[in-house]
């Protein structure tokens, strides 16, 4: 079966990014002139994906403005004869198919997935995490339906970390089975060093089969005291094969200050109207 539907889990409160995220949505943060989110549902659409499900929470209809048609403001650049502005807007707003619906508490990872059940429906589903942001040749989550099309089963994006990084993520064991893919055979949330059965650690972009919501309704609460995406998944190897893929391309944690600094640089430099303006500031820095 064909992967129709993306769950955007976006109803957490950026704690890791305030003040600014006080009054906006840490998936409304900027990269260049585009919000986060956007990366994200153009990555989606990029894998042939139709249908978007953002699960939302307190203060986050900014998000729900961005994808809407804006008839005032569309009138506004008409009459102004500013055409091309006038493209970029509606472009926005003809993306793909929105649904939003909320999580009315904040009970994790695998709880905000579960809010998106009804929405899913009984069919393998793309998860994006908008705090993580791919810049690839060939879009993150495409590289993950190649890999699904051929096994049939969940699928995993992975990366290599640093060793002392790895009590950040969930971390999976694995059997390496091709080239940068990996059988999945056990995985843990956020492990001490000690304990971390690989540096293979979990990034944001999942592709989950439907089971998996049964695994989340029983599955108890975990690290932190939340329910963990990272446990449900576990629980469904023991009845679903399941597949890593160390994706190939740039991953930045947007939702840290540092990361989301080197995002904005990285993605500046790709503009080819900023390029040379920005390698010229950044050179004349003087940085010892
Ligand atoms: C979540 C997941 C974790 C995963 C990470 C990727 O953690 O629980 O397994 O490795 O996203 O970014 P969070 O960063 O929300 O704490």
Redesign the pocket.
């Known amino acids: 079966m064909k992967v129709r539907k993306a769950l955007f889990p976006a109803a957490g409160m950026g704690t890791r990014f305030l003040p600014i995220t006080k009054a906006i949505p840490k998936e409304m943060l900027p990269l260049v002139d585009k919000p986060l989110i956007q990366y994200c549902v153009e990555e989606a659409m990029a894998a042939a994906i139709k249908e978007i499900i953002i699960i939302t929470g307190m203060g986050k209809t900014a998000i729900e403005d961005h994808f809407d048609t804006s008839f005032q403001l569309e009138t506004i650049l008409k009459n102004k004869g500013k055409l091309e502005e006038l493209k970029v807007v509606q472009d926005v707003s003809n993306m793909l198919h929105f649904s939003y619906t909320r999580q009315k508490e904040a009970k994790g990872?695998g709880h905000a997935v579960l809010v998106g059940r009804n929405l899913i429906g009984n069919e393998p589903f793309a998860v994006f995490?908008g705090?993580?942001i791919v810049n690839a040749t060939v879009p993150c989550m495409k590289q993950m339906i190649d890999v699904y099309n051929e096994k049939g089963c969940s699928v995993l994006a992975v990366k290599k970390v640093p060793r002392d990084e790895v009590s950040?993520?969930?971390v999976i064991a694995g059997e390496k089975v091709g080239d940068r893919l990996y059988r999945v055979l056990d995985m843990v949330?956020?492990p001490s060093v000690e304990d971390a059965p690989s540096d293979l650690?979990?990034?944001?972009r999942y592709l989950l089969m439907p089971e998996i919501f049964d695994h989340i309704e029983v599955t108890p609460p975990g690290r932190g005291g939340e329910i963990?995406?990272?446990d449900a998944m576990k629980s469904l190897l023991k009845d679903q094969p399941m597949y890593a893929l160390e994706f190939e391309g740039d991953r930045y944690?947007a939702g840290d200050r540092l990361g989301f600094i080197k995002a904005n640089i990285a993605f500046a430099l790709e503009r080819d109207e900023l390029r040379d303006d920005v390698v010229k500031f950044i050179k004349g820095l003087n940085l010892k």
């Open positions: 990872l995490l705090d993580d950040q993520y969930g949330e956020k650690a979990i990034i944001g963990q995406l990272t944690d």
